[in-house]
């Protein structure tokens, strides 16, 4: 069986994006399988999930979101948008600082922009991303609480994919002045090859190589890699080491689930060798940066 037949007949979300992403069809958005089972936990009269806003991990209202926006639920789904209202309510108020950890308030503005949230209240949460740029050309979340002058390549992929949502989902007012800062993050995890300590070259964590879904707030090559092909940046020769290890990974013809943040979980999405959602999203990064390997990815026979 080849593996776009398996991203087929997998959950109905996955089987959306494969049809968008890589075969270039349209297809309507879905409430079945995953996406279904997560609004099914759905608590209506508190709108929220778990039991919690932010906490515990991952079963609370901003991570559940954080998974719905990955499975690419209708942005405009009522429960989505009153997930989004639960946490406009608890975690965003720039006169009293509610939310102040730049990852945090990173990953709210993706959530926002996905779900086309007004614009004012999104530049709020901008401009406070504006202000935080290190002087390496990152972001780190433990500046706001300690003396780190180093940017965190977690809190910076967060901040570039939020630029990158607030973009692509049609704002615009910010965008000349953030422009250079975009530009300036990307630099950061470039010179880093997207995985290497710049002072010893030695991988900055083991288990960035190791690929996640769901990604939660931490970084690993295949997000990071990702996001520059999502963004259709150019080919750039440091990303080829990124690149190696992911073509590396589909020796088999797909990736696995890779391992799992520890924590709760409303079910567990990924359970068969194939992971779904990380070949996708491999696949996804092969199309746009090397298309002889994606395509010789695509003729492989997969022994189930």
Not at 40 to 50: F, I, P, V
Request: charged share 20%; net charge neutral; proline share 4%.
């Amino acid at each position: 069986m080849k593996i776009i037949d398996i991203l087929l007949n997998s959950d109905p979300a996955v089987k959306r994006q494969a049809q968008i992403y890589l075969l270039g069809e349209q297809s309507p958005y879905t409430e079945d399988g995953w996406i279904g089972k997560f609004l099914s936990r759905y608590d209506s009269e508190h709108q929220t999930w778990g039991n919690g806003i932010y906490g515990p991990k991952w079963t609370s209202t901003f991570y559940t979101l954080r998974d719905l926006k990955s499975l690419e639920i209708d942005p405009h789904h009522a429960v989505y948008q009153h997930g989004l209202n639960t946490l406009l309510h608890n975690m965003w108020n720039p006169e009293q600082s509610v939310e102040d950890d730049v990852c945090v308030v990173a990953m709210l503005v993706s959530l926002l922009s996905y779900g086309q949230q007004p614009a004012s209240i999104i530049e709020e949460m901008i401009h406070y991303l504006r202000s935080m740029q290190m002087p390496d050309g990152g972001w780190n979340c433990a500046a706001v609480h300690g003396p780190s002058r180093k940017s965190s390549i977690h809190t910076t992929l967060s901040v570039l994919e939020a630029y990158a949502d607030y973009e692509n989902h049609g704002y615009t007012h910010s965008l000349p002045v953030i422009k250079e800062q975009i530009q300036t993050g990307q630099a950061y995890l470039l010179r880093k090859k997207l995985m290497k300590r710049e002072s010893t070259g030695e991988l900055i964590l083991p288990y960035i190589v190791d690929f996640h879904f769901p990604t939660r707030w931490k970084y690993d090559v295949l997000r990071s890699l990702s996001y520059f092909a999502a963004i259709r940046y150019p080919y750039d020769p440091a990303l080829k080491e990124g690149l190696d290890v992911l073509k590396k990974k589909f020796t088999k013809g797909y990736l696995t689930r890779g391992s799992q943040y520890s924590g709760r979980v409303h079910f567990q999405m990924e359970t068969n060798k194939i992971g779904a959602m990380n070949t996708l999203r491999g696949l996804m990064v092969l199309k746009h940066y090397d298309f002889d390997v994606y395509v010789e990815v695509l003729r492989k026979e997969i022994a189930i």
